[in-house]
């Protein structure tokens, strides 16, 4: 670290890399950590826990230029080793995300994918700063591989056909990013990384474009990033649990990603779990060996002290039940019972608000949780309950007392269905659940079963529901005066089935439908506008009914209460008038009918 630094008091800024699956996130990971290890400058990259550390010289290194050596003033930068949006939302910090920039991969020939747009949303809600790669430019018909060159470089050798080729599946990723709210463009072409999102085409394969990547986010943490950079190197340990983990040898430990302050052993720490927040003391602070230190039996070894930003084991007694996501603070005796609080309010913060009924969310940490929450409140779908943990025979035999069949739902997100909770499931088919390590596919998997079932439930009561009709017995139509009478009617408005009975507008029943001819044909309805024959049973031409009568379908009034108050929005205009119509019938004598 330069004296620069070190007078900026600024830490090394964290970067998560997400996107899609087999777009090439790992690969980008391997290529930052290993190009200076197999150039001999192994060292020169730590390798913390559950992150890499790429110091300012490498990147420097990297892109030939040591006059750029003094134009930065952050350290380098801290890459998070899981890769996806998964390990962005677990390293929640004070309701924001621990990660200070991203990167999102998107495979240049397949283009956007759901997790493409959930890494997008996401990065969108926390407001990250990021940038986009289009990665495997080397798989393009044509490319000529220039390994580890700058892109500009590498473009510049290829043939206008393959830049041509180029071109088009670019623009197209630019294309998708403009759809979903992002005006990009190639980060060459980029003043203002403000306005513009950058994207810069890679290969995580060849290493092209690598470089570009490593200082278009130097940049941006320098110039969007600097307040929050600032640390109290001196001060107390802050940071958050990134996986809670089972050693050999150690019990259990915490992967911590420490981003202010200094943690020793020896240091009490505050840790979250659901309800009262651990109280602990460090027995060790633990680091992975280096290579050539394999011979010890344990992959790590024992540090006196840890820095911010890098990434730590912690053992310690009593973790079992820290939670992934949640704060490590470093107390001391004056401060435990105000860090005791904060840790306590920040978990209860996470402790999702809830609506009385509704769906039960389960996710594998708070910050999917939350995200989770976050995505259903906005499809307006009600939730019950959210809870961090696998689905439990608990979860079911609540889920199981549900009565409404589009509650009696769990949403899993990222976690397992115990046993016993499938063998309890098997006693309840009604209840589903649904499971996926991305979102929003349980989001688009639950909407289209709430779809399916209204279906269903709109099929069911269509097909008993009585429906408003009325029609006009035609003048020099009557057939057959009685036993049935059969006449000649127009549909003013709605639908006439068979076996329905009909009224006058005084509200008499005069019949039943007993027979609808078209054109010489049997058809079991006739609706709105059309010309028919039909029988009614029950009346006489001369005595009930005559020419020129005007009658109506007799609604019962359960039903009545359905079209009115359920589904009014769902009837046609012409059902609308005659449902109006016929409620003013009813309602003439007896106001509260129907209500
Ligand atoms: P992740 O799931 O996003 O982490 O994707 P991986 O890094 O595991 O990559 C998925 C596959 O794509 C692997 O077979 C990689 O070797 C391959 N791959 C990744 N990046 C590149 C690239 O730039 N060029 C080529 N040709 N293949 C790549």
């Known amino acids: 670290m330069s004296e620069n630094h070190e007078k900026k008091n600024l830490r090394t800024p964290i970067v998560c890399v997400m996107g899609h699956v087999d777009h090439g996130k790992t690969t980008l990971l391997d290529q930052i950590r290993g190009t200076s290890i197999v150039k001999g400058e192994a060292g020169a990259i730590t390798q913390h826990i559950g992150a890499t550390e790429v110091p300012i010289d490498v990147i ?53 994918k759901p997790q493409t747009i959930e890494s997008l949303n996401i990065l969108k809600r926390f407001k990250t700063p990021f940038i986009v790669v289009t990665n495997k430019i080397d798989k393009l018909y044509g490319w000529k591989s220039n390994p580890h ?88 340990g802050i940071g958050t649990v990134l996986e809670v983990k089972e050693e050999k040898g150690l019990g259990t430990t915490i992967d911590v990603i420490l981003y202010d302050g200094t943690l020793r052993k020896g240091d009490t720490v505050v840790i979250g779990r659901l309800g009262e927040p651990i109280e602990t003391k460090i027995r060790a602070l633990l680091k992975p060996r280096e290579l050539a230190e394999i011979r010890y039996e344990s992959k790590f070894k ?58 039960m969310i389960k996710a594998d940490t708070l910050g999917s949780l939350e995200a989770m929450v976050h995505e259903f409140r906005k499809a307006e779908i009600k939730i019950r309950k959210a809870e961090v943990g696998d689905v439990s025979k608990r979860d079911v035999m609540e889920a199981s007392t549900i009565e409404d069949p589009m509650h009696s739902v769990i949403l899993a997100f990222n976690i397992k269905t115990t046993p016993d909770a499938l063998e309890l499931m098997d006693e309840h088919p009604s209840i589903r659940i649904f499971t996926n390590d991305v979102i929003y596919r349980i989001l688009d998997d639950y909407k289209n079963y709430i779809k399916e079932r209204e279906e269903e439930l709109e099929k069911l009561r269509s097909d008993t529901l009585i429906k408003p009709g009325q029609f ?22 709605g639908v006439i089935k068979n076996n329905t009975d009909v009224m ?53 009034e359960s ?6 108050f359920e589904i009014f929005d769902t009837l046609s205009n012409d059902e609308k008038e005659t449902l109006e119509k016929y409620l003013a019938i009813r309602r003439k004598d007896k106001p509260f009918w129907g209500k």
């Open 504 to 556: 006058l507008p005084d509200g008499t029943v005069v019949g039943t439908v007993k027979g609808i001819e078209n054109n010489g044909k049997k058809i079991p309805k006739a609706t709105v506008g059309m010309e028919v024959a039909m029988a009614l049973d029950g009346a006489t031409v001369g005595r009930q009914i005559k020419e020129e009568d005007i009658l109506y379908v007799h609604i019962p």
């Open 149 to 236: 060159a700058p892109f500009l470089t590498t473009y510049k050798k290829q043939t206008p056909e393959t830049q041509a080729l180029f071109e088009t599946k670019f623009y197209e990723v630019v294309g998708r990013l403009y759809e979903q709210g992002f005006s990009a463009d190639r980060f060459d072409r980029i003043t203002d990384f403000q306005k513009t999102l950058g994207v810069v085409p890679i290969s995580g394969l060849t290493g092209e474009g690598v470089s570009d990547v490593l200082m278009i986010l130097l940049g941006l943490a320098q110039r969007f990033l600097e307040s929050a950079l600032h640390y109290n190197i001196d001060g107390p």
């Open 60 to 112: 420097v290194e990297r892109c030939g230029d040591k006059r750029l050596r003094d134009k930065f003033i952050v350290p380098g930068l801290l890459f998070i080793d899981t890769p996806g949006h998964h390990a962005f939302t677990t390293l929640r910090s004070r309701g924001g995300s621990l990660a200070d920039l991203a990167v999102v991969v998107v495979d240049i020939n397949e283009g956007f």
């Open 302 to 359: 024992q540090v006196p002290k840890a820095v911010a930003a890098c990434g730590v084991k912690i053992s310690a007694p009593g973790i079992e039940e820290a939670l992934a996501g949640s704060p490590v603070i470093m107390a001391t005796p004056e401060t435990i019972e105000s860090v005791l609080e904060k840790v306590k309010k920040e978990i209860a913060d996470v402790q999702i608000q809830t609506d009385s009924d509704g769906v």
């Open 472 to 493: 006009k017995i035609l003048p020099g139509c009557v057939f057959r005066q009685s036993k049935p009478a059969v006449v000649g009617v127009r549909i003013l408005g």
């Open 559 to 564: 039903d009545s209460k359905v079209l009115e």
